[in-house]
């Protein structure tokens, strides 16, 4: 799952995108408004955490203009500001769910996976191909009643081909929903983690 952190504070945004990728989202930072706009132009994003407080446009207005283009990315507001006023003008605006700072980042991961079960269906915790099981709240892989362990990058590959395995995806899209806005697309990183088995394998 790819996810546009916009967060004008430097170091608040770089200790949480460490920690979303941690859990396997690929993030990509936005410093203003201006920005977070730009880059939901140019790319495709499973969910958007938007400060409100924020340089040259705020993160009420960013939204407004992301539900007027006709977006409908689940929007996750968090804001030092937490009156009820605040919270139904940020609802308003077009946002799906509101967290005040400061915040637990574990209540953070269970809002965002809330938003992201959302869509023309509700999706499942668990997803689950043939012998292969996946737990998407506690991150466990399970094959033929084997835990199979996996790192955050390998976790969060298989979960985007599990979610998609009626259909074929393409180079291009797993990059845009897998990786950040810092892979080459002339890398050949995703061959590497997609590699069909040797024979002593099958």
């Known amino acids: 799952m790819r996810i546009l952190l916009v967060e004008d504070q430097s ?15 690929a993030v990509d930072i936005a410093c203003d408004g201006e920005a977070a706009l730009y880059q939901t132009s140019i790319n495709d994003y499973d969910l958007i955490v938007l400060d409100v ?29 937490d009156s009820v006023q605040d919270r139904v003008q940020g609802l308003d605006a077009g946002a ?13 991961l269970a809002r965002m996976r809330a938003l992201l079960r959302r869509g023309p269906e509700v999706r499942p915790e668990t997803v ?4 292969l099981v996946i737990d998407i709240r506690s991150r466990c892989v399970v094959r033929s ?10 976790y969060a590959l298989l979960d985007y081909l599990a979610r998609n395995v009626d259909r074929v995806v393409g180079r291009a899209e797993i990059a ?21 088995p040797s024979p002593e394998d099958r």
């Open 11 to 25: 170091d608040a945004a770089q200790v949480l995108a460490k920690g979303l990728r941690e859990h396997s989202y």
């Open 53 to 81: 407080m924020l340089p040259r446009r705020n993160g009420i207005e960013v939204c407004q203009d992301l539900r007027a283009g006709g977006s409908a990315v689940p929007v996750l507001m968090l804001t030092a500001r």
């Open 96 to 108: 799906d769910d509101y967290l005040s700072k400061p915040f637990d980042f574990p209540e953070l």
């Open 128 to 131: 689950q191909v043939a012998d």
């Open 145 to 154: 009643n084997r835990l199979i362990e996996l790192t955050a990058k390998e």
């Open 176 to 196: 845009e929903h897998v990786w950040d806005e810092v892979f080459d697309p002339f890398s050949n990183l995703i061959e590497v983690y997609i590699q069909a």
